[in-house]
């Protein structure tokens, strides 16, 4: 690991100021995933910039019933507070079902954004990957890739994000607030992370240097009926193959509002539009939310390992759907 600089920031200000001086420092949020990158290789940083005692560590409600959440509130904070589980419970569930309860406890919500990819061949140094070195080519294109993209994905690389918590606050619209030193900026999280196209080293729209200062909620009453549920190869402990958030209103049977985000299908949570226009103002029925599955799946391009993650994606939108639609009747 090579020798590095640690600093901790006290005010924003002052945290983009030391960013700003050195080309090679990094913000230090929890350091769950920047310091396991470190380890390996993978991240070789000159300075840390500790973000953690920054007063950024809040969650408050917004006019209207939305909520602003500090970018350095911890993972635990977050799935334990009374406001976002009772307005917004598939957010605090999908902050659940990620890591343990120790990494949670130092997770932050700016780290878990910006968290990498736990493709293996990106920590893999003697393996080619266009992610870590630009231009190297994708040894998972040929090689392993059971868990990667079906959407969204290009052949510089097929890797998917591995954020839970992305997942439930793309489907409530959120919007990322950061800080440079030319002053404050705002990025909707759908536009928060860039098409991989052939830059897949550049992942989000963030400028150079910022500071994620934090993550807000819009009001959105249909997300007080919501759930986030997650697929993986062991019951705790363990990354998605994939999962869901939604958010469902029905009245008299006919669905008012819906709110829909997969994960662990491509690079960024994907939103699903093309399904939520397909039910909006139709029949809440069985058929109806498969019909939408497949109207957002029809996008998808499996690779030979992991054509099962569209039949699995499909039947996760079902059968979240059809337990909201369920519970709504009651
Ligand atoms: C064993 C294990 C299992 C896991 N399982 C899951 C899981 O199932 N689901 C899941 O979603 N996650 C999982 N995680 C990932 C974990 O959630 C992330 O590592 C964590 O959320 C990252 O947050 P952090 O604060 O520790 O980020 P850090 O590691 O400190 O930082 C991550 C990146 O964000 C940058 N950064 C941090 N804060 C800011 C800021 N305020 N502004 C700008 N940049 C910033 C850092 O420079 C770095 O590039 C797992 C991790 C481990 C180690
Ligand atoms: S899928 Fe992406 S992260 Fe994985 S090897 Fe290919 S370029 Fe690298």
């Known amino acids: ?192 992370y860039r098409p991989v196209g052939d830059t897949p080293h550049r992942e989000t729209a963030l400028p150079p240097g910022a500071l994620i200062t934090a993550v807000t909620l819009p009001p959105a009453p249909v997300a007080a009926h919501s759930r986030y549920r997650k697929v993986r190869e062991r019951a705790s402990y363990a990354f998605a193959i994939g999962s869901i958030a939604a958010a469902l209103d029905v009245r008299d049977g006919v669905v008012h509002d819906v709110r829909l985000a997969f994960g662990a299908v491509a690079s960024r949570p994907w939103r699903a539009r093309a399904a939520e226009r397909a039910l909006t103002g139709g029949v809440a029925s069985a058929d109806a939310f498969a019909a939408a599955a497949d109207a957002e799946l029809a996008a998808a391009k499996a690779l030979p390992h992991n054509g099962y993650k569209v039949t699995l994606t499909r039947n996760l939108v079902v059968a979240v759907l059809t337990e909201l639609a369920e519970e709504a009747a009651r």
């Open 1 to 192: 690991m090579r020798e590095f600089g640690y600093r901790r920031a006290v005010d924003v200000a002052g945290a983009v100021a030391l960013l700003g001086a050195d080309p090679e420092a990094r913000f230090l949020g929890g350091g769950t995933n920047l310091v396991d990158l470190m380890k390996s290789g993978v991240e070789r940083p000159a300075l840390l910039v500790d973000v953690r005692e920054l007063p950024l560590d809040r969650i408050e409600g917004t006019e209207g019933g939305g909520l602003r959440i500090g970018a350095t509130v911890t993972n635990s904070d977050l799935a334990a507070h009374p406001e976002v589980r009772r307005r917004y419970p598939a957010l605090a569930q999908a902050v659940l079902a990620g890591a343990s309860g120790q990494l949670r406890n130092m997770a932050t919500v700016g780290g878990n954004l910006l968290q990498r990819t736990r493709c293996g061949y990106f920590t893999d140094l003697a393996a080619p990957c266009n992610k870590r070195v630009p231009g190297s080519g994708c040894a998972a294109v040929e090689g392993e890739h059971h868990n990667h993209a079906i959407l969204g994905a290009s052949a510089h690389c097929v890797a998917v994000h591995p954020s839970d918590m992305g997942v439930a606050l793309t489907a409530f619209d959120a919007v990322v607030s950061y800080e440079t030193a030319d002053g404050p900026g705002e990025l909707p999280l759908e536009a928060f």
